[in-house]
């Protein structure tokens, strides 16, 4: 099956539930950058696609960056003097601060307080917090329960371990017919948060899936990581490894109801850049923003020794949406219907990728007469032509070796899918035929 | 006499004038891609240029294409049973379809049914069709006509004859001091169109009567071609003379009463684009459209293989007015006036195009005196310069031998013909003196 | 100290105020393009910075122009019948034509009126007007003064002279760890008129003041000429020193309430050029003007010969503001507060002059680990880091060798002083280097 077939017979709203029933299943699990949350969560993405799991010793030296400590928790809870849990980690993962130092102790609410976080704004929420290299500890809770908190003295305790292990990071390659290839990377260091990074965690899964069936022009690399140390240790154990890749996608939030959001790499005129902008706007409404160093994990791949033509999708913007690192992204605030059109939008730009190509006119002097060959309307013709005239013309005129498909569906105003076909079918006719260089190859 | 002593003598409303009745002249006479109405046509316009007819036979290959069988046409008809003619070739040659092959019978409405063609959004006009390439026949007519005729028995006559012959097309070659040639082409095969294309013909033909009688510093080439078939047959049998083809125009419908549409070359900086869009920005409102493989003989002039600076100049927009290819665009649809201001736009921009120049400032450090020159305002002065001072500082301040006139006019704001004076006058004074190298010829 | 200290301390109202005061005691000097006004006016000035005053002999030639003969003017009036001075110089030196040539007679209000030039659309303010190369005389007064005057024989004297002298202009070095130039320039022939440009005058002898006390990257040379024939003069005589100008700025109307104004060299894309719109742009409502060969003294060292990277600072805009060039121009016009603002902004542009430098990332693989060098906000830290961490995230991602401080600054929208202190920061951190070969001196 090809990726042009896949695509015409996908159904978004199937495959929505699909994904949304992923998220459903990995929502609970409490995920770091290192532990046990993180292990668990790949293995049951290894349901969807061949990961491999590797384990990167803590203390191993990754550029500027240490792997951490492995932290793990089992419990933590705040007691008041009746022994009720006042905050439970039972109920949200997110309320003990993620990678905080064990601790069992008693005191007042006045000295607990500075190990309190909430968020003042938004009284319902709990906030999300970490404290990754600075050994602490502490508890996230809505405002309303804080509120609720009498002057009592209460019991507070935090199960957890921080010690030698390990990283854990996902990695599934798929080898196409080029050893260049496309990268797909995604987050997986945030507990019960589901639009971050849930959604972007199953949709990578789910295009490893369906790729993995397909024939292939690119190799693929899939890399399910801990945000930034994630990146930073793949990046360090697979320096030569990197001048393959041609395009790559940082994938997260794309399950909420929003619009898209396609954000540059730092060249801002990578194919990749320039693929994602075309597919965004036949879409519909959508946003396109420069690369800034500042985000996901696209900052690593983008970092100046690096500059990889990786730009990142996502629907709501990183930092932008209420219930971002709040209890607020929940299930509820992710749904099938969006995820299913995120996931289509990933097939559509890689699809772009996968067929851009050069072609050269073979009959460059002059319009063919497409006439003689069934291709142009017959006289008072009412029925539409099998392929869109316009796109042959466009095809025809810009087919000189100097522009891709990419480059005529931009200039033309011809969605990609439409300038593909009339291509396919003039080279049925003998009327193209793929550069000798091509140019869509040239900028890499 | 000089373009710019032509231009100053311009009695626009005189030459609109003129224009409308060459136009109304040749109104009647029904053209086709082949056959004698575009003979007829052809040496009517002798009377204006000296014009050279050619002849190329049917069934000549002309790239992808064969010149097709000549077609002539005597009469047509539908007549009722009570002899009536109900349809009739004689009242417009729109009503047969172009290129009909003869018949002779007697059917029922529903029989002919299928051979009639109307506008129904626009019941009171006849559309123009075409069968080139189809051997068929049909009959055109409005909806009106249509929805009176009853269920009768017809008797259908149209009595035209397909064969061998050729295509014919019109030359007109004008020396100029130099080889290199400005291309002024326009259509010659639709019947009873006023606008399209009657008004692109006898503006091309006028501008010939008036250069030929000029110095040019370029030559000039004029073609007069039925679309398509005969821009393609003579690029096919010129194909060695193309590279000297510098600047070109495609002319059709300038006689309405639209603002003036110009459509770049395929390159989209051509200098006759930068030309034209200058030209039509002094006059006022107006479009500047971007290339697109669609529309007149430009398609073949910016076919890759070519790719030559060819632009269109029109009014209305091919396919954009109501009238287009119907009996709307009939003798009232074009004026006189408009006429007129088109054929003076054409000369404003070959004006443009013979005057560019790019000149060095001989006093290039620190501005020259001009007042000592009596080319500055003296003190207190309220009669204006008789050079526009503003203009002969943009030229002396742009002439580095990097910057021609239109880019000085460009970046200045100032009308050409003002910085062409301008230049004039700072020659006169030795401050100026042309570029060994003019960059104005560089992008050729 | 340095720039930065400088601009750190600046108190602007404390300054505005010295400067405004600098510009009273200026004002009452009758300046022309030579004689005793401008070299009082330069002696004055040289109590503000080290200005050597130079004089070149009437008669000299510079380029295409000749140094004219020097004007003095100790007295001008017209008496009326009963001897009363119905217009007097001793009141306004707008009142005599600058360059009037000696005059003495009796005459009628006819005879008389050639020689008197109002503003009939602004009937309470004299005009200024000047006869530089044209041997004349007039008188300048309000419409008012013109309407009152009745028929009667008046006494006109001019008691001026105009003969072999010298034109004087003042200059001041400032070397600096650079032999490349800072060029400002400003212009000294204008009499009674506050903000053109006494304005400047002052603004420019203050930057030479305070810059003189730093330590400097570059070299300053400042120019107090009279307008045109000034900078003609100066440039024909130091023409090989021009090469070391590498920025360049022509100060004048600074003191009023307007917005600023920045008109860009004709190079368009000068670090100068781009200096002054990001300073601009940082401060608030402004405007940028391309350059256009008309203005002040950047006519001439724009002129195509020399086209020095040199833009022009103002607020109100030459010929654009009613009390251009008439009496309107007084001390009212010109305030302290907005004279001490454009001091600030001048200090701003050359501060980013000076600070402007291409650094290397020294950990270019990955972001480096900010957080264990103390420059990330810990958890739940709400005081706000030392150093703008986006600035330090966009400087480390963009320095790469080919991006200096003012681009990085530019793409990422942070300040310049923000995008330095980053810089610096991080350089003490060791994560930057300067380049060995800086791209913002590159285009130079």
């Not at 896949?6 to 994904?19: K, N, S």
């Not at 933590?76 to 009746?82: E, F, L, M, Q, T």
């Not at 466009?394 to 498909?405: P, R, T």
Request: glycine share 8%; with cysteine; charged share 25%.
């Amino acid at each position: 099956m090809t990726l042009v077939e896949l695509r015409a017979g996908l159904d978004e709203q199937t495959l929505g539930r699909e994904l949304y029933d992923c998220v459903a299943d990995l929502y609970p699990i409490c995920r770091s950058i290192t532990g046990e949350g993180v292990r668990e969560t790949l293995r049951r993405l290894q349901r969807q696609l061949p990961l491999t799991i590797h384990e990167v010793p803590s203390g191993t030296e990754v550029f500027d960056w240490t792997v951490p400590p492995e932290w793990n928790i089992r419990d933590g809870y705040v007691k008041n003097a009746r022994g009720e849990r006042v905050v439970d980690f039972q109920r949200s993962n997110l309320h003990v601060v993620n990678y905080s130092v064990p601790v069992r102790a008693r005191m007042s609410l006045e000295d607990l307080r500075p190990h309190l976080f909430t968020l003042p704004d938004r009284p319902e929420w709990i906030p999300y917090r970490t404290s990754y290299y600075t050994e602490s500890w502490g508890f996230c809770l809505s405002q309303r329960q804080l509120d609720a908190l009498p002057d009592d003295e209460y019991e507070v305790c935090i199960d957890s371990s921080l010690g030698p292990g390990s990283l854990t990071y996902g990695e599934c390659y798929l080898a196409g017919e080029s050893a260049d290839e496309i990268l797909i990377s995604c987050h997986v260091c945030h507990p019960s948060l589901a639009n971050d990074n849930l959604s972007g965690m199953v949709i990578a899964a789910f295009l490893g899936r369906h790729l993995a069936a397909l024939s292939r022009r690119y190799s693929y690399r899939f890399l399910f990581v801990p945000g930034t140390i994630g990146s930073i240790t793949w990046l360090a154990r697979n320096e030569p490894a990197v001048e393959r890749i041609k395009h790559g996608l940082v994938l997260a939030c794309l399950g909420d109801a929003g619009r898209f959001t396609y954000k540059k790499s730092r060249r801002g005129d990578a194919t990749v850049d320039r693929a994602a902008t075309h597919v965004l706007r036949q879409l519909g409404d959508h946003e396109v923003l420069e690369f800034s160093p500042y985000g996901y994990d696209e900052r690593q791949f983008c970092s100046p020794g690096f500059n990889l033509p990786v730009g990142g999708l996502s629907r709501a913007q990183h930092g932008r949406f209420p219930e971002y690192h709040t209890s607020g992204d929940d299930l509820n605030f992710v749904e099938a219907s969006p995820l299913g059109a995120s996931f289509a939008a990933c097939l559509a730009i890689l699809d772009v990728l996968e067929s851009d190509r050069t072609y050269v006119n073979q009959n460059p002097k002059c319009e063919p007469q497409l006439g003689k060959r069934g291709l142009y309307h017959p006289m008072g013709g009412t029925s539409p032509s099998p392929v869109n005239e316009m796109a042959m013309l466009w095809v025809l005129n810009l087919s000189d070796g100097q522009h891709s498909l990419l480059d005529i569906a931009d200039r033309s105003g011809c969605a990609f899918d439409i300038t593909r076909q009339a291509a396919v079918v003039l080279g049925e006719f003998g009327l193209l035929r793929e550069a000798a260089q091509r140019c869509d190859e040239r900028e890499r």
